[in-house]
């Protein structure tokens, strides 16, 4: 199986400061159609998880273009350049290259 | 809008069964792969099953393989999980997502405890 790993796994930062979270995978993430399957998720304090970047670095609507995705082969970063009260939570990576499709294990976002 | 919504969720005893379902609106559900994702209590999510917008593309993970069923009904707009011979740590909230690979709509989930 792919083994998704996330640094750090706990991120204070003060508010209006940039943050940014690495992603590795255990083997390339490109699929077979030339594509690489690299999700980003936010999940709120009890909410369900939100999708915000797919392959690797295309924002969803709705999103705020203060996220941003980066990154090639087994390497992404999910940044956000000015953290805001609402982006506290947990924020997940997610390969969908390789079955079992696998997330990293959670990098927990809040405010110092 | 596009929303998905779980429900089915409760108590059970190990070895029980249950079956979720998630309604889909705003969005015609033959047109899209689906999947369900769990997330035991405190922990991180595990992506547990999809299926094909016909069904005859259907795979799932191995904690679950072989007592959980995926099964979708376009013409009711629906997708299912069939979850038998239920253990402990099934428990978890039971979240449908549209799509396979890009999960792009999640509903809230509903939740699933096993326990006697």
């Known amino acids: 199986d792919v083994v998704m790993t996330q640094s750090p796994l706990s991120l204070p930062v003060t508010l209006g400061q940039p943050a940014s979270i690495s992603c590795r995978s255990s083997q390339s993430l490109v699929y077979s159609d030339g594509n690489i399957y690299l999700n980003w998720f936010q999940q709120r304090p009890g909410q369900s998880p939100r999708r915000l970047i797919y392959?690797?670095?295309n924002r969803d609507s709705g999103v705020p273009d203060r996220f941003s995705g980066s990154g090639s082969g087994t390497d992404f970063t999910l940044k956000i350049s000015r953290v805001e009260a609402e982006d506290v939570g947990v924020y997940y990576c997610m390969q969908a290259t390789h079955w079992p499709f696998t997330f990293g294990p959670g990098t927990k976002v809040d405010i110092k | 809008q596009v929303q998905l919504v779980e429900s089915g969720g409760g108590l059970v005893k190990p070895g029980g069964s249950l079956r979720l379902s998630c309604a889909a609106s705003g969005f015609t559900l033959s047109d899209a792969y689906m999947t369900w994702v769990r997330q035991a209590p405190g922990k991180g999510l595990e992506y547990i099953s999809y299926?094909?917008?016909?069904?005859?593309?259907?795979i799932y993970a191995d904690s679950v393989k072989g007592r959980f069923t995926i099964s979708r009904d376009n013409a009711k707009n629906s997708l299912y999980l069939q979850m038998n011979s239920l253990r402990a740590e099934d428990t978890a909230v039971y979240y449908c997502a549209r799509f396979a690979r890009e999960l792009d709509v999640w509903g809230k989930g509903t939740s699933v405890t096993v326990s006697s």
């Open positions: 392959k690797i670095s």
């Open positions: 299926i094909s917008i016909d069904g005859t593309d259907i």
